[in-house]
């Protein structure tokens, strides 16, 4: 059973920053790709930011110069530095991974649960 969860969400004033964690867990042979999607409310969800296995990054333009994807290996953990934070960027944020594990051969897109940041003063 492979799962995500995510953590490190919270209230936090403009300009402010956040560091969102997403670990998996469970019988993780490979992941070739970690995304980060938000959703604010009445929006529709949006694709942040992801890292593939190579190590290459990609981010929307509204968050590029100010939110950051990596990753630990070692500790199957993708993290989203956000920086000057503004209210805009208050949203649910959800990590998204493609994962194969020791008992198949192809990859299954696993979801964490999604945690709130919220940018307010």
């Known amino acids: 059973q492979v799962q995500l969860v995510e953590s490190g969400g919270g209230l936090v004033q403009p300009g402010g920053s956040l560091r969102l964690s997403c670990v998996a867990s469970?019988?993780?042979?490979?992941?070739?790709?970690t995304r980060w999607y938000r959703q604010a409310p009445g929006k529709q969800r949006e694709l942040v930011a992801h890292?593939?296995?190579?190590?290459?990054?990609n981010y929307a333009d509204s968050v590029k110069g100010r939110f950051t994807i990596s990753r630990d290996d070692a500790k199957k953990t993708v993290y989203l530095q956000m920086n000057r934070l503004a209210p805009e960027d208050t949203a649910v944020y959800s990590c998204?991974?493609?994962?194969?594990?020791?008992?198949?051969?192809?990859?299954?897109?696993?979801w964490g649960q999604g945690t709130q940041v919220t940018v307010s003063s």
């Open positions: 998204n991974a493609d994962i194969t594990s020791y008992y198949t051969s192809f990859y299954t897109s696993y």
């Open positions: 469970g019988s993780i042979a490979g992941i070739r790709v």
């Open positions: 890292i593939l296995s190579s190590g290459s990054t």
